[in-house]
């Protein structure tokens, strides 16, 4: 905390060497590390001040992925750091308790920075989140899983090309937990907690347990769910967040994996984006004699407070080849001017047969209203900045514009396949 009461983070962004399996070193990206980066966490109302160093030998950023703040605090294309400087940004947080995280947002290459290691998780906490039975000691019970596929080259270095045959972009045939392949997490409470961040370029995973059996999910990408709900699969796509809990008796071992998938691809772009694979992620052990966790609470959080009659807007978004609205990103061309304090429907189709997007937003959190018409399911009935859109399907969300205005710096909003990010399907708005 500095002398004006703000919580300060100093993160460096690096280059480095890390083992994924052990015996075998690979040069990667880190903040503050060699490969991936801390944990940030702050609660709500607090000021924060992150200085972030560039020493990796190019240009680069940092975005704060879920994050409600001004545009040019956001980490965007438009605040490059040169190798050597330091970007200070600062913002007040004032957004409900959630998993978000940061990563590299340049135009052309965040695809490759991601892919490279550059990505952490930013926890942030509030009044009621501490209340309501979650375990939430963190690296005791409760755990952030970043979740990334890599592929390696015959020297151990991180192999880019991306081959002939890429809908979903850069596609590894190993992922790592965390950097580590076919690591295990020791379990000594009765229940512990998953913060799941799918934080590869263009791999989807269907997180489940490998025993079948169900978990709690308790939080999507922007907060905790009105209610706990069992389920046994959630998908997450390149982006996402999702929070379980997991039950263990003393003594079991359970393994997370990611299941094959039907993520709405006909069988070629299905077997390219890597639906039908199957991955064990992480098995946790739990010790023969486990503490006692808290009872989790039957209202987690209240439910997200936007209506689609309180829209004063509705907005088009076609996803087609590499573009949005049959253009591509353009850095001097403002896409969107939305009023501040306004509430608005956006609504994004996926209009390419076999290729799967997704949609993400900047500044907001916001709420799907229905996918082809019909209401999302309860795992998606919570605050969303990232949601996947299945070809040839039309998703409506609503979302209020609150706080920050700006006419000269835009916000992004894109699909979160890093590869088609890169390619142009990106577009830019400001709030005025
Ligand atoms: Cu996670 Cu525009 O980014
Ligand atoms: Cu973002
Ligand atoms: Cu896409």
């Not at 903040?31 to 980066?37: F, K, Q, R």
Request: hydrophobic fraction near 35%.
């Amino acid at each position: 905390v500095d002398g004006e009461g703000r919580r300060v983070f100093d993160l460096e962004v690096r280059e480095g060497s890390h083992e994924f399996t052990a015996g075998r070193s690979t040069p990667t990206w880190g903040v503050n590390g060699d490969y991936l980066g801390p944990t940030l966490r702050a609660s709500r109302g607090e000021e924060v001040l992150v200085n972030v160093t560039n020493d990796v030998g190019e240009p680069t950023t940092l975005h704060w992925h879920g994050m409600h703040l001004p545009a040019r605090m956001d980490g965007g294309p438009h605040q490059m750091i040169d190798p050597g400087e330091t970007w200070s940004p600062t913002w007040r947080i004032e957004q409900p308790a959630a998993s978000l995280w940061y990563h590299p947002h340049l135009h052309g290459s965040t695809q490759e920075h991601v892919y490279r290691g550059v990505a952490g998780m930013f926890l942030l906490d509030d009044e009621r989140s501490g209340q309501v039975g979650l375990p939430d000691e963190y690296g005791v019970d409760d755990f952030p899983l970043v979740v990334q596929d890599k592929k390696f080259a015959a020297d151990g270095t991180l192999d880019t090309d991306e081959g002939m045959v890429a809908p979903s972009g850069l596609l590894g045939d190993t992922v790592a937990v965390n950097g580590t392949v076919g690591g295990y997490l020791d379990v000594t409470t009765e229940k512990v907690r998953l913060r799941l961040l799918n934080g590869s370029g263009g791999r989807f995973y269907d997180f489940g347990l490998a025993d079948g059996g169900t978990v709690t999910m308790v939080a999507s990408d922007g907060g905790l769910l009105p209610a706990p709900l069992e389920i046994d699969r959630v998908l997450l796509s390149p982006g996402e967040r999702a929070e379980i809990v997991v039950e263990m008796a003393p003594g079991e071992e359970k393994v997370l994996r990611s299941h094959p998938t039907d993520l709405g691809l006909g069988a070629w772009d299905s077997r390219f984006t890597g639906a039908e694979d199957t991955f064990d992620l992480v098995q946790l052990r739990a010790a023969e004699s486990l503490a006692p966790s808290a009872e989790i609470a039957a209202e987690l959080a209240p439910a997200p407070d936007l209506r689609a009659e309180d829209a004063s807007e509705t907005r088009r978004f076609r996803l087609s080849g590499n573009n949005i609205n049959g253009r591509r990103m353009d850095m001097d061309r403002i896409d969107e001017v939305v009023t501040v304090g306004d509430t608005e429907i956006w609504e994004v189709s996926n209009s390419n047969g076999g290729t799967p997007h997704n949609f993400h937003v900047h500044d907001v959190q916001f709420r799907v209203l229905d996918l082809e018409g019909t209401p999302p399911p309860p795992e998606l009935s919570g605050w969303k900045d990232t949601l996947y859109i299945r070809p040839n399907t039309t998703a409506r969300i609503v979302m209020r514009f609150e706080d920050y205005t700006d006419p000269d710096y835009p916000y992004m909003f894109h699909c979160h396949l890093l590869q088609h990010e890169d390619r142009g399907m990106m577009g830019q708005f400001v709030v005025v």
